[in-house]
């Protein structure tokens, strides 16, 4: 018809649609994606920063003359530094990491550094991930990282077991970056499933900082380990925004700002209700912290701002054309601007000067919101159909299930329920009868004895 009119309407529509979409992605800051969310006080977010330089002090050969140290130093005793293992040592399962016995904040840390682009193993971990192919406490999670995971718990589950038992009082936190971030990430899921190979530590000691996480645990996995998983990003950083293979994106290095182009314009083409159903769609896990520094339409950077929620839609799903994209990525970036986002918390703070009974008072005040939010977000997904989501029980007569904990005959048994009322479509149906191979094959499910 176009070219009868000597007219091309279609290609006049085309053009516009395609100018839409560019103006929009560009007016589309990360700002706009935790905008509702609720700011992040002192106390929850004081140990980022350290951890940071936890995680930059891995890079260090001899902490005692170091190469690489931020403004201001590492701030840690180098003595206090128990366990270090390098790529020899981890035979390049994993990245190189450190265990860190932090008296100060009766702590006992597991740091693990992000990806080094001159090592093929970090390389082999980080693109292992054929779809669906891992199951993982009801859901799917990322098989590379999970056998990284998996090779650090085998290897340090005694020797944390130790230091646990002789600091009874400490807290065991796990910190990564990058491909370290997905490695922690996934090694606290199997710690919470061992309790009892770590001396029976309780699971309110735990805790995960996953600093610029990969995309590494399923929706449902993600929320319901909201509790003990922090993810930390800083403002457009594109790593956790990436639903691609990560392969098609290593290969596409020489390219990127193309490729990230058509990601753009792929995930703004798809139903966000059609992501929300896809079961083997991964997600940045836990708890989110968004530290937001520059505004749209404006220069330079502003005072950092730190935003905190469990969301279960709008989680992170679209990514943003800037110029600081890969920057944000940075460890040095992030611990820099985490630091001016926690020194602007405490200058608020003094300048309100809080008693330290209210002080005792908020911190008991915000790990109520932070179970109510929690809570709140499980019995969204739950609302939302997830896949294998499911929201704890109303009443106290019946056993409860521990947050985060289900076996798998539970969350069939959810999954179930949830769907009654409706007609089950094939996808469930195939999930249902079949399962996947390490191979990648179906094969049928084995009968439950």
Known sequence: MSIVCGIPLLECVYCLACARWVWK????????????????????????????????????????NPIWEP??????????????????????????????????????????????????????????NKLG???????????????????????????????VERNPDYTLTFAGHSLGAGVVALLVLIVVQNLDKLGNIERNKIRCFAIAPTRCMSLNLAVRYADVINSVVLQDDFLPRTTMALEDVFKSLICLPCLLCLMCLKDTCTLEEKMLKDPRRLY?????????ER???????????????????????????????????????????????????????????????????????????????????????AALDIPLAYSPSQYGTFREMQEGE???????????????????????????????????EMVFKKPVS
């Open 284 to 292: 940045a896990p836990g708890r989110l912290y968004h530290i937001v």
């Open 25 to 64: 992605k560009c007016l589309y800051t990360a700002g706009h994606e935790s905008e509702n969310w609720g700011l992040a006080t002192v106390e929850e977010f004081m140990p980022v920063p350290q951890l940071c330089r936890l995680i930059l002090a891995v890079y260090e050969d001899d902490l005692r």
């Open 133 to 163: 192919q891992t199951k993982f406490d009801g859901g799917y999670v990322h098989n590379g990282l999970l056998k990284a995971a998996r090779w650090v718990f085998d290897a340090e589950c005694e020797f944390l077991r130790g230091l």
């Open 295 to 381: 505004k749209p339409l404006r220069i330079g950077r502003f005072p950092p701002v730190v935003r905190t929620a469990v969301p279960v839609d709008g989680r992170f799903e679209h990514l943003v054309l800037s110029c600081n994209l890969t920057a944000d990525h940075a460890i040095i970036w992030i611990e820099r601007e985490s630091e001016k986002a926690l020194d602007l918390m405490l200058e608020k703070d003094r300048i309100m000067e809080i008693p330290a009974k209210q002080r005792m008072e908020r911190q008991e005040s915000l790990a109520r919101e932070h179970s109510v939010e929690y809570k709140a977000a499980l019995q969204r997904a």
């Open 71 to 128: 403004p201001g130093g590492y701030r840690i005793n180098p003595d206090w530094v128990i366990l270090r293992k390098n790529y020899e040592e981890t035979q390049c399962r994993v990245p190189p990491y450190l265990i860190y016995l932090d008296h100060k904040n009766t702590d006992i840390v597991l740091a693990i550094r992000g990806l080094n682009l001159a090592k093929e193993g970090d390389y082999a971990i980080l693109l292992d």
């Open 406 to 440: 289900t076996s798998s005959r539970s969350c069939e048994q959810t999954s179930l329920l949830s769907s009654k009322g409706r007609r089950e479509s094939w996808d469930e149906f195939v999930e249902r009868f079949f399962d996947v191979n390490e191979s990648g």
